[in-house]
């Protein structure tokens, strides 16, 4: 890797916190914003990390998009998954290079994205999804995070049945997560983790009722962000915040007596 | 994979979400613990999931322990960092497989594990420490959770320069992150994350003006995890939380004009 | 009032945030406590504000015990409300002087006292509590307080109906909050606020679902309190907190068209 | 009391717990709102708690203003404190009937309605304020709230001195708290409680180290508020908060040895 913009890599043109452009980086056109419009042939070929100026004189910072760019800048039409929440799954479930990954409720493809990141090249996602309009826009999304080759993504109603064995961890993020607790529990390995996103409290308990009959080490959290303001002589915490996501339960597959009979 | 626990496994035995253990799978010996002793000869072969009894007739759960298990259970002579912070860190440096990541405080190798094991096979964690005995711990921390092979230990002050160049993220926990802030920036790639821990309020202020400087969309969030004690109705978060761990401040690597006259 | 302890007089002697001791100020006898003990007669005609010296030589010092003092030190079998929770309740049910107050579930009477401190002299509580033991807990801790003499004490089953009318406010803390919202919505005057106290979140939608049959501006809110540990360079929240101790739900009561048709 | 309005009763019109009117009802004129608008005479002599129609068929609720409803509809031209900070700060300071209240930082006159109402008839709060033009407001809005005759409003710098002696409890809201704390001491009472209300972290750390020379117990909190939607099966917290108000400080009064040699 060179460390500059080579023709049709995804950029990130960075204004300010509130204001990043995830673009493709084309021999022709430009990128028209509030602060002017930016030239794209002035960009390949330049350093990522430093500075180019709209036709209005504003800097803009160009950046190499990272995955939560693509994760929270992808083109989505559900409420996706926080990265405040996502990291939580990702150090529970243990998803990493090599992991089999069962995702059920594809959506927009945005945990999809994350989740295909960390377990590329020798891992794979098998994600499920009910709505055909969905896989779409999951699949132009992992497409142009380039990671499109690591998901197998299934038109398929997950409560029907998997067609995954031994994963090593599951991501579930439907409406009812209860009624897929059987097949997945199926298509994990023994001490696998589960986690599900729910973001209603009743969710939580129904979810969490049918999870102990089968897995061990059920626990239901939420993750609360809040920014601080640091200046200085001035530091304190932002205003604003995010009140409330998802709760998110885990869980660990563990085999009953009756199950293993000949083990 | 067999699903099976072999000879020198590690194992994890759970008994509640507070009381587990992870231990290693001998030929001989036994596990002692309140609710009884556990011979580990009957636990190799068992598969993962299954359970076991102890001498007093208690379940005990044989699970194969994740990636959080070896790094919250490894040993230690400091706070390491929590899973909600270690989350958001993850997804926001993009930290994957291939990656090439710097530490600044190693400490326990907690977070260093963590890294290693995002990765792995082709990426590489430069950690860098200055207590040699923390060295020593991190080493066999990594050793138990077969990582070391991932990892190069320093035993050097940061504040003296890097061995690395372009990086692709970098991590500090140590007291004065704005005294590495330099020697960091030198040693990432143009756009790079860096993410920085620091328990006070002061620290983030002192960091967040130094990062300023050569880094942009630098932002100071704080996490904070409550428990929902799920129950058929009776669902209600938990009494008692972690009210602080420590505030986590991002940015993103930049060149000003003048270090890139030739570009 | 002199500023100086008169004999009988309740006293809070202060040694640490965490220890202190709310005692009555005898002629004879002395208190005990783990860093010495400390004679009664030295203690009478102190001025409040001033330090007094153990028998080991620790400084305690003679503090006049405000009303949270005998809401948070009086004798208690339940869980009593918190100060974060206890003024929420107090600002938006408007209690004050000359206020008529309804309280079901007396419990040990914490609540109880905080409103009469509030309502006197002209004002009154009627509390209702069922179990005749915390009828005389909480008859105990009002007079230590001085606040019995404008609280009425009912044991009864407020299911069954009260013995009030036109009251301003209602605080209810009991498990089932739905089972009397009728009869305190007819001992309430048009326009009364309503507060009640419920750990569960299933309480709170029970609740919620019941009251807005006969209340508007009907909200359930949850309050968090973290300390700040502010000190010289290090300033950092506390380590530990309180996650949760119970949702409040407040209301305003309205007529439906039908009950006022002859207004 | 009635519970009918009377003319130039001041009434609160609910349309939604966003949307409610704090206005006088006057014999003639009307409200107009985006939902129609609502002639004044069809007010006069309605019970309180009855609902309303406005010119285009939606219901209005007629309800008595709340001392709330006062503190936080009033004009104002900075931030007010809110009430689940206004609900610690009364619960701690035990400002009740009877009590002599000191605040500094009249501002809009938003706490000061609340400690007035609270301290009526015989107690009083001697309130301080720099700017002339606040002073007006405060009174404009104390007047509203029928409690102007329970303050004593004070254009005056406290940093120079007070006109009170032996109150019971102050509340500081001014940006440089720090300079009032040896003010505010002399004119307290021995063990009285003082609360202080600061936005940055920073304040509050200057503040507490000043605090910490002539008062004990001190403590810096902040409050967090957040709502709980509660529906039928789908109770979730509200996705928005507010992330930060101030922090809150509070200490009580002692005198240093040296202070009290005569005593």
Do not use: C
């Not at 064995?165 to 009812?176: F, P, R």
């Not at 529990?185 to 939580?204: D, M, Y």
Request: without cysteine; positive net charge; charged residues 25%.
């Amino acid at each position: 890797m060179t460390g500059k913009v080579q023709k049709d890599d995804f950029i990130l043109l960075y204004l300010s916190p509130g204001k990043k452009w995830l673009v493709r980086a084309k021999e022709k056109g430009s990128l028209h914003t509030h602060v002017g419009y930016l030239q794209f042939d002035l960009v390949i070929g330049k350093t990522y990390g430093s500075q180019l100026t709209t036709s209005l004189g504003r800097v803009l910072w160009l950046l190499k998009p990272t995955i939560e760019d693509f994760v929270m800048k992808g083109e989505r039409r559900t409420q996706v998954v926080y990265p405040k929440d996502m990291g939580l799954i990702v150090v529970k479930t243990g998803v990493s290079p090599g992991s089999t990954v069962i995702e059920i409720g594809t959506g927009s493809g945005a945990m999809t994205t994350l989740l295909a990141n960390l377990v590329r090249p020798s891992g794979r996602v098998y994600s499920y999804e009910m709505r055909s309009e969905f896989i779409e826009i999951a699949k132009r999304n992992l497409e142009r995070a380039g990671l499109l080759d690591f998901v197998t993504l299934n038109l398929k109603d997950a409560r029907e049945g998997l067609d995954v064995e031994n994963a090593d961890a599951a991501v579930i993020d439907v409406g009812d997560p209860w009624n897929v607790i059987s097949p997945v529990w199926r298509a994990l390995k023994g001490g696998a983790v589960i986690s599900a996103i729910t973001p209603t409290a009743n969710q939580a308990e129904k979810l969490v009722i049918e999870m102990e009959k089968t897995f061990v080490d059920v626990q239901t959290v939420e993750i609360l962000m809040r920014g601080l303001e640091a200046r200085f002589g001035k530091t304190r915490p932002s205003s604003r915040m995010i009140g409330h996501t998802a709760y998110l339960t885990f869980g660990r597959k563990v085999f009953q007596e009756s199950m293993l009979a000949n083990d």
